[in-house]
Each structure stands twice: as C-alpha cells, then as structure tokens.
C-alpha cells in the first residue's frame, strides 16, 4: 500500500502551526537516513540534535518518534509525511528494521487482545474456528482511505464556512461567543485535522484583543484558507 497525502492534508494533521512549519523543513531527504517503507509502515531517522526513530503506521498514520516531544505527530513525523506527500518514490521499499518490525508487531498484538476481548474469553462456540488475526493490505488501505476522506470533507466545510464569514464582516466576529470558535474546532477535530482546530481555538482570542486585531484575524483566516484548496 502507497501512502497517498498532500502537503496540505499532512499540515492539517499538525496539532498546531510551528509543527507545521518545522515539519516542512524536514520535508528533505538530506536530513534523513535509512529512509524505507513497504506496505504496512514508512520509516526513517531524521538527524538532529540526535539520531531520532520516526515511524509510521500507514493503517491509521499513526506515528511514534524517539524524540522528546509531547506533540503528537511531531516535527519529525510531520517531516516524513511531507517527504512521503512531494514524492513517494524518493523512500525506498525495503524490509522494515527491527525496531519499525517489533513496534508493529506491538501495535498488532494491542489489537489481537483488543478484539478477543470484546469477543469474549477467546472460546470459539461449536462450529467455529479461530483465524489468525491479521490485517489485510485491503483493509488497511481502506482506512487509510477514510481518514483521507474525513480530513479532505472538513476542509472543504471549512473553506464554505471561511467564504461566509468573510461575507458576513469580520466586524460580526466581535460579538461571536467563543463557542462560534470551538464549535468549529471541534469540527476539525472530528475531521481528524487538529492542526486546524488548533489554528481556529487561536483565533477565537484575537477579536477586539489589540488594535490591529482586524489585520491579524485576516492573515489567520487566509492561512486557513491556503489549506483548504489542495
């Protein structure tokens, strides 16, 4: 399975602004080392400070890095994205290395226990018999598909709800509760663009906040619209 992402959809992915920004400038080969993927994972170190781990589950882009940082998907793993999103075919296919293999192997088995839970104690009733508990390439493309279509459908909400207020004034944005704001963020998040919702629970706290707050609201609002059109 190819991953199949835009340098938009991967900022939307960004829990905030700087993380997207500081992704993009790891959207370069020369920064990396032992860059690989296959069909279930993409995979690569990213030096900096240290030689960091990035890894990323291409069922759910689910990522993990062995960098200190409390953002989820960090800078590295937003720069792999990128690289993945200019062009794929710059990341060899390549058996996975031992530790993209066992954190897989991990995340596999956390899923098996996971569904045999929910299934009961694991007994198969008369007549039935226990399959191995393995995730086809299929099915992992499909959701993969999914979390494309969920981020690719908020964007384009957004980009109707950006024109409206843009219509409206942005004189009406004084008076907006902030529930205006969340209510919208929390559309992003659904949309699985946290990015995004970060952007828009910032802006909620311009309006009326400095004399210029008319200038800086414009300037969010157009970033936020550079993301909507792909």
């Known amino acids: 399975m190819s991953i199949q992402l835009t340098n938009d959809q991967v900022a939307a992915l960004a829990p905030d602004a700087s993380s997207a920004s500081a992704g993009k400038k790891l959207g370069s080969t020369k920064t990396w080392k032992n860059l690989g993927q296959n069909s279930t ?97 299929a099915a992992q493309a499909k959701r993969l598909e999914k979390r494309q279509a969920l981020v ?9 709800w950006l024109n409206d207020l843009v219509r ?13 704001w969340e209510s919208r ?14 952007r828009l629970r910032r802006m909620a706290t311009i309006p009326n906040a400095t004399r210029d707050w008319p200038e800086r609201l414009l300037g969010g609002l157009g970033r936020l619209a550079l993301l909507t059109h792909t």
């Open 41 to 137: 994972a993409l995979w690569g170190e990213c030096q900096g400070s240290a030689l960091y781990q990035v890894k990323i589950d291409l069922s759910s882009l689910t990522t993990q890095c062995s960098c200190p940082s409390r953002k989820f998907p960090c800078k590295h793993a937003l720069g792999l994205m990128f690289i993945a999103a200019a062009n794929v075919k710059d990341i060899p296919t390549a058996e996975a290395p031992p530790w993209v293999a066992a954190w897989l192997a991990r995340r596999q088995a956390g899923g098996t226990r996971t569904s045999s839970q929910k299934q009961g104690n694991g007994v198969p009733k008369s007549g039935e018999s226990i399959q191995p508990a393995q995730t086809s390439q």
């Open 185 to 198: 963020a929390a559309q992003m998040i659904d949309a699985q663009a946290p990015g995004v919702a970060s």
């Open 168 to 180: 409206h004034g942005l004189a009406s944005t004084q008076t907006q509760q902030a529930s205006f």
């Open 152 to 160: 690719l459908t908020g964007l384009d909400s957004l980009d109707i």
